[in-house]
């Protein structure tokens, strides 16, 4: 049945079960989204999705492809796509068994290690997983399939952390997505949330009908713990037989301006990271949190924001298009409002998500600390849900919009993830969580109020994602 025809059964068969056709969640939301105690999308907004809530990626053909998840962060059994107007699943877990004789259980595979789902130019399907065997052990994987996830090859990967490259725009995978892997090195005395590893980079090789994986030497013996549970920004962008890497590393003393973040070139033909260029810094030092992130516009110019926990996200980019070596902007605050200290004002965020417009422009979603700015909160400090637009060829504009406003003040936590479709479409989704007393006191798991935001007129209004979006994008391809 076309795509046409499934749109033409009427509005409430658009969305296909997704929430009940003409509700609120339906249609542009007033922002910011300011929830209630216990009343999130669901409740204030009719949200009900038929799909899995987790981040969507996108074939050439603009099909959605979501990781699934449910209030465990550990678990995830299937990918979600749609076919013929319904969605179905793609199930992985059988195979992941089977290649891992010992296997007990996944770990952090539903969004706290990343849940993206990435295709090369050829349609090949990639996600990476991290596993529990017995006797403790945990394994890292890439699960690959040539045929859009109705079959998956399994293949180890080395490390403790890792985090593969993301479409995000125009990095064109014209071969399959680079892998950055961290193996530890030894603990740190200084160090938050991290350790010193060795860094390296997997090159995954199609090779008789499945992969081979060629891994660099180390890219640094002082990589940064990176954080993928939240923004998950891509450290890679590849174009051509080169891919572009931005990292953080450790220092020996936190008397430093940052985390100092690098970026480089990797040559697929020679399998050496080359170039090596100082991008700006993440405060504070020798913070797992500051994960940078790095993307292409649609010249080849390279886009570079650095991680932060708790301050502004510094922002660089290439002079030259595709290139790390043709030098780089004088590092900048991207966000310079939102938390008001007596007489000023200045950003604070963390966590990146980063992705480029059709039209060059560059879009991020973060966690932004916000005080005496606005009528929330206002004895008090929160944590919002934020978003941030730069059109290509202006300035950030230094101000954020607010898209998700919390039920409790002081801290709060969305471990939030931003991508596009093909057509340049947005699509944020979080769940919310809060350390306050009012919440998590008796339920278990950390999954429990998720949503998924979508805007198809490059962030100006935003809406919940229905299932009759995803199909309208497949009817407008890419």
């Not at 060629?214 to 713990?225: A, D, I, R």
Request: proline share 5%.
């Amino acid at each position: 049945m076309s795509i046409a025809r499934i749109l033409a059964r009427g509005a409430a068969a658009a969305v296909v079960g997704a929430f009940a056709a003409g509700s609120a969640a339906a249609g542009v939301l007033e922002l910011p989204i300011v929830q209630r105690p216990f009343e999130h999308e669901e409740e204030q907004f009719g949200y009900d999705p038929a799909y899995t809530v987790n981040i969507p990626s996108f074939d050439s053909q603009n099909r959605p492809y979501i990781r699934s998840r449910g209030q465990d962060i550990h678990e995830t059994e299937y990918i979600h796509t749609l076919r013929d107007g319904e969605w179905v699943e793609r199930p992985f877990l059988d195979t992941v068994k089977e290649a891992v004789p010992d296997f007990v259980r996944f770990h952090n595979a539903g969004g706290f290690n990343g849940g993206a789902v990435v295709f090369d130019a050829d349609d090949a399907l990639y996600t990476c997983l991290e596993v529990r065997r017995e006797g403790g052990g945990r394994q890292q994987l890439l699960l690959y399939s040539p045929d859009y996830g109705k079959s998956f090859q399994v293949y180890e990967l080395p490390g403790d952390q890792m985090s593969i490259e993301k479409w995000t725009g125009h990095n064109e995978l014209s071969h399959p997505p680079l892998i950055q892997v961290l193996e530890h090195r030894a603990d740190h005395e200084l160090g938050r949330w991290t350790a010193h590893y060795d860094l390296y980079i997997i090159e995954p090789r199609k090779q008789d009908g499945g992969l081979y994986l060629e891994k660099t030497g180390p890219v640094t013996n002082n990589g940064l713990s990176i954080s993928r549970h939240s923004g998950d920004a891509s450290f890679a962008a590849s174009h051509g037989n080169r891919g572009f890497i931005v990292w953080a590393e450790t220092t020996d003393t936190n008397e430093v301006p940052g985390a100092p973040t690098y970026v480089a070139t990797y040559d697929r033909t020679t399998n050496e990271v080359t170039g090596k260029q100082h991008a700006g810094y993440g405060f504070p030092p020798n913070n797992g949190h500051n994960t940078p992130g790095i993307t292409l516009d649609d010249r080849g110019i390279l886009h570079v924001l650095t991680g932060s926990h708790g301050e502004q996200f510094m922002y660089s980019h290439s002079v030259e298009p595709y290139s790390t070596e043709g030098g780089w902007s004088e590092p900048e605050p991207m966000l310079t409002t939102g938390w008001r200290e007596e007489d000023r004002e200045r950003g604070r965020q963390t966590y990146v998500g980063l992705v480029a417009g059709p039209e060059g422009a560059l879009h991020t979603v973060f966690r932004q600390w916000r005080r005496q700015v606005d009528e929330h909160f206002e004895d008090s400090y929160y944590g919002a849900l934020s978003y941030v637009r730069k059109k290509a060829g202006d300035d950030w504009p230094g101000e954020a919009q607010v898209l998700v406003v919390p039920p409790t003040g002081a801290y709060s936590i969305y471990y939030h993830k931003l991508s596009r479709d093909r057509a340049g479409r947005l699509f944020a989704t979080y769940s919310y969580r809060s350390n306050a007393g009012l919440y998590y006191e008796h339920e278990e798991g950390r999954y429990h109020y998720k949503a998924l935001i979508m805007s198809d007129d490059g962030g100006t209004s935003w809406r919940l994602a229905a299932t009759g979006d995803f199909l309208r994008g497949m009817e407008a391809g890419g």
